[in-house]
Structures are given as C-alpha cells and as structure tokens.
C-alpha cells in the first residue's frame, strides 16, 4: 500500500469527540422521530419472538383502510354478475348430473326428486370499458363499473350460513378466532387514537335475514383492545360510552387515572395482558365521548352528497346511512369498517325479493365508492361488496315462469372489490355456462384473505400469533396472493 493510500485510509478511520456527537445527535434524531410516529417501532417481535412487530407493515402498502358491505345471506350470482344466457335457454331442464358430479347438497334440497335449471328473471347489459355485465337489478353499480374489480370464481367449502359467514369473516368456520378487522388492528394498529380501529354497522332488508352475531368481529385471542365496536342507531351510538350519571368530566377523568393505577398494580403482580387491554379500552371510550358524536353527526353532508346516496342516508340505521356513516369513518382513521346488510337467503320468491334488496344496496354502494374517488380516497380505501357463498343455478322447491328460489351454493360466487389497489375495470375468473363450477380462475377465501392482507402492506404468512403452543393466522395454513388483480 502506497503513502497516499495509508493517509487516505487514515483520514477516512479518524472520527474526532466532535464529530462523533454531532452524527450520533442525528441517529438519535431519528430514532426519536420514528418512535412518535409509529409507537412500536422500538418494541420487540410478538410475544414469543416471531419476526413481526405490530403497527409496522411488512412493506409499501396500497391501501390504508377497508371498508367491507358484506351482503349477509348470499346474494344470488344469477341476478348480479355472472350472466348465464344458456340457463335461460335450458330452463326448467334437469341439471346434468355430470354437472352436479359428487357436490354436497344441503338438507333442504338433498331429497328433491329434481332440480330444474332456473333462468335469471332479470336481463343483464354490458357497461363501462370493460364491457362488464351487470344485472338490470343494479343500474346504479353498472355507472361505476370501471372502478370495480369483479371477481367472479369466489369459492368456499362451508355451505350453510353460519359457518361460511364465520369462515370469510375469520378464515376458520368455527368460532372464537380473532376477524378480519382485529387482525388488521393488531396489525396496523390505528390512525385515529380517539376512535376504534375497528367499527361495525348492522343494517336490514326486507328479505330473509339470516342471524348476524357479535362473534363476527370479535377479537379471538388477540387482546381485546382489537374487538370490533358496534355502532347502532339509536342515541347512543356506542353503548357504555356516557358518563355515569352524577358524575361530570373532571371526575370522570380522576377515577379512570386512579384506576389505571390500581390496573397497573395488578399487572405488575400477575402480569396479565388484558389488565392493559382493559386501561386501553377505558381510555378509549373516554377519548371517543367527544370524537363519536362528531363523526356522527350527518347534518352538515352537503346536499349533493345526501343526493348521491339517497334520501335513506339521512335515516340511522339503514344502509345507505351506514354507507355514509362508514365513508366518515374512514375519512377519521377507523382502519376496518364493517357493514352487514341481512336479508339476501332467498330460497323462496327470489324475484321479489332480490328485487327489493338491490334496491336497498345499489344506490349507496356505487356513491360510497364515488364519493371516496371525489374525496381522493379511494386510492388507499379497499371497499368490498360481497357475501358467503353463492346460490345454486337450478330452482330449490317448484319452478313456474314467475317465481323460484335457489339453495345454497358454495362452488361459486361473486364478489367485487375497488380501490385500495386493485386493478379497477376487471372481470376476474369464469364459470361454467350453467353458472354451476369454476373453469377459470378460482378464488378460495384463504386467497380472498391473503390478497385483501397483502394490499395493506401484510404478508399474510407473517402476521401471526402464538395460542396455545400454536401460530395462528387469518389464513389458515393456506392462500395466495392474487397478483393479476393487484394494479
């Protein structure tokens, strides 16, 4: 090594007191900069020493928030997106049992003597660039459809109404696992810290509606700060969140910090968890005595927007108010929203019926996605439309020219999502021309899962918890990513 070289070597080694504190300053900097906005950054991996810590995405999401109007019940794919002319053609035809092949059936067409193949009653057209075609029943959705990405070989296994709700809500179809929107909380944490990272709606049609249950949006084994907040339509929105009555601000304040102290006692002599989750809820719920009345409050939405989602948007409860409600919501920083609209199991009258539910759906539906374009929010807000299976292509009970049903049917179904990422003008995945089987492209929920985790910046295989000596996920031991979905 040449004299040069050795005092070159030398300068770049020689780092002074000076210099030392001055780049250590800017470390730390850093450091402390990244430790307030994003308050786990200097914790641990979880609780056994997995490679993930909650509140930090594994990479660049594409979204930041999910709204979910779940059509609980199951609407029919027939009458929505998959168009099927050959049903028309062959209506009233028995289903080829080469069709059918070995497929469970539920008990309440397992003992028919036939299944007559039933055409859609309504007509469907072509819209938009991408030439997608949607039902006459949804005239609103057929304005917005080059926003959506319709996916239609959804697929499950379960095939009645409880386990398949529990399984696209949980990704298990029994219970006491933590839902999409918990494992979501724990794993972004929130953006709001005056409002839940988690909020679910409920609202009815006038169809059959099937039970919608707290289970739904529970938070499993994760710590119960995760567990989805109910709002409902009456004066208080949130139950349990006013003051006692007698008791004001102030001392409000005082008992909660004189009970988090004797909390903090408790968890520094047993060591619980919960304890924190519980002081975290408390002061969650003082937070939100101020923030959830605000949000709330619909008086001050402008004309043109009450006009976009309709007259009902003005009336607590119903769905287009819940529709509304969800897009202030995620305008706030609730991280999931979860919208349930009961009454889609039309087994029985299916043309009147469905009639009236996508009246009921279709108007807020397409304005929520509308209005968050409007708002530029629909670039990193994933909504999804959808329910837990599909319904079957032949009639359940007698087939006359103006009424039918149609049973359960988990093979195939339609689900569509937009924004937050997804490739907006698609149709994605094919069935057969009886609307029966998957012969392109099929979708399970553990890949539903995957995908919606992995447009928020998750890899679904590592966001896990350890119970009971086991890791567990929201998908399972299963899913993939699906990519051609994905802009």
């Known amino acids: 090594m040449s004299k040069i070289d050795k005092e070159i070597l030398e300068h770049g080694l020689t780092f002074n007191r000076r210099r030392f504190l001055s780049t250590m300053s800017l470390g730390l900097g850093s450091v402390a900069l990244g ?51 050959k049903l ?50 949804l005239p609103y959705t057929s ?19 409880d386990p398949a709700l529990t399984f696209l809500q949980t990704g298990s179809q029994q219970g006491n696992r933590p839902s999409m929107g918990a494992w979501l909380s724990y794993g972004l944490g929130n953006e709001n810290k005056n409002l839940p990272d988690f909020a679910v709606l409920l609202s009815r049609g006038i169809g059959n509606g099937q ?36 008791m004001n ?44 009345p605000e949000v709330m409050d619909v008086s001050k939405e402008p004309d043109d927007v009450v006009k976009l989602y309709g007259p009902d948007c003005l009336v607590p409860g119903t769905y287009a ?7 202030k919501l995620s305008e706030n920083g609730v991280r999931f929203v979860q919208l349930y609209h009961q009454g889609w199991d039309q087994h029985g009258n299916l043309p009147f019926e469905i009639t009236s539910q996508a009246k009921d759906v279709d108007q807020a539906s397409a304005a929520l ?31 006359t020219a103006d009424n039918y049903g149609r049973d359960h ?13 997804i490739k907006p003008g698609t149709v994605y995945g094919e069935t057969d021309e009886l609307g029966y089987n998957i012969s392109r492209n099929p979708v399970h929920v553990h890949d539903f899962h995957a995908t919606v985790l992995h447009l928020l910046g998750l890899n679904h295989e590592q966001l896990t918890f350890k119970h009971l000596g086991r890791r567990y996920r929201l998908t399972d031991v299963a899913g993939r990513v699906v990519r051609d979905i994905i802009s």
């Not at 055409?119 to 819209?127: I, R």
């Not at 304005?143 to 697929?155: A, E, F, G, N, T």
């Not at 499993?220 to 949130?238: M, N, T, Y």
Request: glycine share 10%.
């Open 143 to 161: 304005k917005i459809v080059d926003d959506l990405c319709i996916v239609r070989s959804m697929y499950t296994e379960a095939i009645n109404h």
């Open 369 to 399: 996605v509308t209005d968050l374009k409007q708002r530029g929010l629909l670039d990193e807000t994933l909504v999804i439309w959808g329910g837990e299976f599909g319904r079957t292509s032949y009639s359940q009970g007698k087939l």
């Open 249 to 292: 601000r102030e001392e409000r304040r005082d008992m909660l910090d004189n009970l988090a102290s004797l909390n903090d006692l408790s968890y520094k002599e047993f060591g619980d968890p919960e304890i924190t989750a519980k002081i975290k809820q408390y002061e969650m719920a003082y937070r939100m005595q101020t923030a959830v």
């Open 35 to 85: 430790s307030l906005m994003i308050p786990n950054l200097l914790n641990g991996g979880d609780q056994d020493g997995a490679n993930f810590v909650p509140g930090i995405p594994h990479f660049a999401p594409k979204a930041k928030r999910v709204i979910y109007l779940f059509q609980n019940g199951a609407p029919s794919q027939m009458e929505t997106f998959d168009y099927k002319p």
């Open 211 to 246: 039970g919608v249950y707290s289970k739904l949006w529970t938070n499993g084994f994760l710590d119960s700060i995760h567990q989805g907040v109910q709002f409902s339509k009456g004066e208080d929105p949130v139950l349990y969140l006013r003051d006692p009555e007698g």
């Open 88 to 137: 028309r053609e062959m209506v009233g035809q028995e289903l080829p049992p080469s069709v059918r092949g070995m497929q469970r059936l539920t008990g309440m067409t397992a003992n028919q003597a036939s299944f007559p193949l039933a055409g859609s009653f309504t007509n469907f057209k072509q819209y938009g660039q991408s030439g997608a075609w949607i039902s006459d029943l």
């Open 321 to 327: 108010a819940n529709c509304l409600l969800a897009r």
């Open 409 to 421: 049917h988990p093979r195939c179904f339609s689900i569509w999502m937009a924004g937050g990422g």
